[in-house]
């Protein structure tokens, strides 16, 4: 069920400690190898668009801009900065950030706002539930993730990241914790096992449901 902001399991939900871990364990990307091409059409680099949004929320790294800028090589789109990037031998945010900026200036790409981050990043690990492209449990960490660096729970009104419609998404990135603890234990009736099945298939059901109720 959605977590009440008035329940004592709203302070449990809002350990915003673990953010970046949750997040970085959830979603990453590797970056492909270096090719020689030309400036071609920028409207499909889902892999800049991303690093953009996690830029805007902080939560980006060096790896997530150098393998943005070699998504954009392996899709034939290269600038001298791109190129810059994408073979940058340090994994430094301080030299990787200026360098991905410069490359969403020659894309012509507008840094998205915080509020657009957030949309931007809830669809794709939103879509990766619902597609099975991740485990159930990897794609609810991703979720809670972004809603620790977007500050969903000062957006919230009565439930726990209802301001984006995933509160009961984040109920069942609590629920399978939960589930996952006790079925450590001995379960002669494997009542736990069923039950993590149960919440595994819902996320995937909720997943669906919000990607049609927020499509882009």
């Not at 800028?69 to 994994?91: E, H, K, N, W, Y």
């Given at each position: 069920?959605?977590?009440?902001?008035?329940?004592?399991?709203?302070?449990?939900?809002?350990?915003?400690?673990?953010?970046?871990?949750?997040?970085?364990?959830?979603?990453?990307?590797?970056?492909?190898?270096?090719?020689?091409?030309?400036?071609?059409?920028?409207?499909?680099?889902?892999?800049?668009q991303?690093?953009a949004?996690?830029?805007?929320?902080?939560?980006?790294?060096?790896?997530?801009?150098?393998?943005?800028?070699?998504?954009?090589?392996?899709?034939?789109i290269?600038?001298?900065?791109?190129?810059?990037?994408?073979?940058?031998?340090?994994?430094?945010?301080?030299?990787?950030?200026?360098l991905?900026?410069?490359?969403?200036?020659?894309?012509?790409?507008?840094?998205p706002?915080?509020?657009?981050?957030?949309?931007?990043?809830?669809?794709?690990?939103?879509?990766?539930?619902?597609?099975?492209?991740?485990?159930?449990?990897?794609?609810?960490?991703?979720?809670?993730?972004?809603?620790?660096?977007?500050?969903?729970?000062?957006?919230?009104?009565?439930?726990?990241?209802?301001?984006?419609?995933?509160?009961?998404?984040?109920?069942?990135?609590?629920?399978?914790?939960?589930?996952?603890?006790?079925?450590?234990?001995?379960?002669?009736?494997?009542?736990?096992?069923?039950?993590?099945?149960?919440?595994?298939?819902?996320?995937?059901?909720?997943a669906?449901?919000?990607?049609?109720?927020?499509?882009?």
């Amino acid at each position: 069920m959605p977590i009440s902001l008035r329940g004592p399991a709203a302070q449990q939900a809002l350990e915003a400690a673990g953010a970046r871990r949750l997040w970085n364990e959830s979603f990453f990307f590797s970056a492909p190898q270096l090719k020689r091409g030309s400036l071609g059409s920028v409207s499909d680099l889902p892999q800049v668009q991303v690093a953009a949004a996690k830029l805007a929320l902080r939560y980006a790294t060096a790896a997530d801009l150098k393998a943005a800028a070699g998504a954009a090589v392996d899709s034939g789109i290269v600038t001298p900065d791109i190129a810059a990037l994408a073979t940058l031998r340090d994994d430094t945010l301080a030299e990787a950030e200026p360098l991905f900026r410069k490359v969403l200036d020659d894309l012509q790409l507008t840094p998205p706002s915080t509020s657009t981050a957030v949309w931007i990043l809830l669809r794709v690990q939103i879509r990766a539930i619902a597609e099975g492209s991740v485990a159930v449990e990897e794609g609810l960490q991703g979720v809670m993730g972004i809603f620790y660096s977007g500050d969903l729970h000062a957006q919230s009104r009565e439930y726990v990241g209802d301001s984006h419609d995933i509160q009961r998404l984040v109920g069942l990135y609590w629920e399978i914790r939960d589930l996952e603890t006790h079925a450590t234990e001995v379960d002669f009736t494997q009542r736990y096992g069923a039950a993590l099945q149960e919440r595994r298939t819902e996320a995937i059901g909720r997943a669906n449901t919000w990607l049609a109720d927020h499509a882009a």
